[in-house]
């Protein structure tokens, strides 16, 4: 019954997609709140989808701590399923996401239309000057930056793997940082295909100030975010003890390297 309850989550993830895409193709045309209303439509759509079909809930905690304006919105990353729920509560952002995503048909051309930073992970550090100039200019239109500190999906449970370039943009912007943990790839995981029924939690923490030395700000985000997103998997577990394995999994089977 969850492999079919999966396939049939996935089916309609997919045709939902495709057919808000088709259908909102004049915003491509109009200026980037357009493309990022779409997105927002997606999410909430996904989030409906995943109930009904598999029975996968949610919960935000913490709302009162996102802040308007500019503002680096560190999230930890397990599942496709933050992708689209963390542009619910930003009316202006833009990702850092790698740029290969831009070349999709359809879904590329609402990236691009919705301002997103597309970058080439292969190389590396010598991105970051361009990186903190394209974010200097996101913040200065009021807008939010979205990143994912470790760079890719990693399994719930798995030790952490931040990168450092994270700190180096909370130094060259002077912006605070927002943290968010959350419990996602327990439910959905990484190159999973089976979805699992339950609850995601996403919190949002206290902002982490600006002004910090980067490697105090670097430790005190990891911490931050790790500590809450495994309080999140543990209550998780509470619930529902066979989530467990899901975890032991994660340990096991999460790469070394990103």
Same mark, same amino acid.
């Given at each position: 019954?969850?492999?079919?309850?999966?396939?049939?989550?996935?089916?309609?993830?997919?045709?939902?997609?495709?057919?808000?895409?088709?259908?909102? *193709? !004049?915003? $491509?045309?109009? @200026?980037?709140? /357009?493309?990022?209303?779409? #997105? +927002?439509?997606?999410?909430?759509?996904?989030?409906?989808?995943?109930?009904?079909?598999?029975?996968?809930?949610?919960?935000?905690?913490?709302?009162?701590?996102?802040?308007?304006?500019?503002?680096?919105?560190?999230?930890?990353?397990?599942?496709?399923?933050?992708?689209?729920?963390?542009?619910?509560?930003?009316?202006?952002?833009?990702?850092?996401?790698?740029?290969?995503?831009?070349?999709?048909?359809?879904?590329?051309?609402?990236?691009?239309?919705?301002?997103?930073?597309?970058?080439?992970?292969?190389?590396?550090?010598?991105? *970051? !000057?361009? $990186?903190?100039? @394209?974010?200097? /200019?996101?913040?200065?239109? #009021? +807008?939010?930056?979205?990143?994912?500190?470790?760079?890719?999906?990693?399994?719930?449970?798995?030790?952490?793997?931040?990168?450092?370039?994270?700190?180096?943009?909370?130094?060259?912007?002077?912006?605070?940082?927002?943290?968010?943990?959350?419990?996602?790839?327990?439910?959905?995981?990484?190159?999973?295909?089976?979805?699992?029924?339950?609850?995601?939690?996403?919190?949002?923490?206290?902002?982490?100030?600006?002004?910090?030395?980067?490697?105090?700000?670097?430790?005190?985000?990891?911490?931050?975010?790790?500590?809450?997103?495994?309080?999140?998997?543990?209550?998780?577990?509470?619930?529902?003890?066979?989530?467990?394995?899901?975890?032991?999994?994660?340990?096991?089977?999460?790469?070394?390297?990103?």
């Amino acid at each position: 019954m969850l492999f079919l309850r999966s396939l049939l989550f996935h089916i309609t993830f997919f045709v939902s997609l495709m057919t808000l895409q088709i259908i909102w *193709l !004049p915003a $491509l045309l109009m @200026k980037r709140h /357009a493309s990022m209303t779409l #997105g +927002r439509v997606w999410g909430r759509t996904s989030l409906f989808w995943l109930e009904k079909i598999v029975g996968l809930k949610f919960e935000f905690r913490g709302l009162e701590n996102i802040p308007k304006g500019p503002v680096i919105v560190a999230c930890k990353h397990q599942s496709t399923w933050e992708t689209f729920v963390l542009p619910l509560h930003s009316p202006d952002f833009s990702y850092i996401l790698k740029r290969e995503l831009v070349f999709i048909p359809f879904f590329g051309w609402y990236l691009m239309g919705a301002e997103q930073i597309g970058i080439d992970r292969a190389k590396g550090g010598k991105l *970051l !000057p361009q $990186l903190i100039e @394209k974010t200097k /200019a996101l913040f200065a239109q #009021g +807008r939010q930056l979205f990143i994912f500190p470790e760079g890719t999906r990693r399994p719930a449970g798995a030790p952490p793997l931040y990168k450092f370039g994270v700190a180096m943009l909370y130094r060259e912007t002077g912006a605070a940082c927002l943290p968010v943990a959350l419990n996602s790839g327990m439910f959905w995981a990484r190159k999973a295909f089976i979805v699992r029924p339950g609850t995601v939690v996403i919190e949002y923490l206290p902002i982490i100030p600006p002004g910090l030395e980067p490697r105090e700000f670097f430790e005190r985000m990891q911490n931050t975010i790790e500590s809450a997103s495994d309080r999140l998997i543990a209550e998780a577990v509470a619930r529902d003890p066979s989530l467990a394995a899901v975890v032991e999994r994660g340990r096991k089977e999460a790469p070394a390297s990103a």
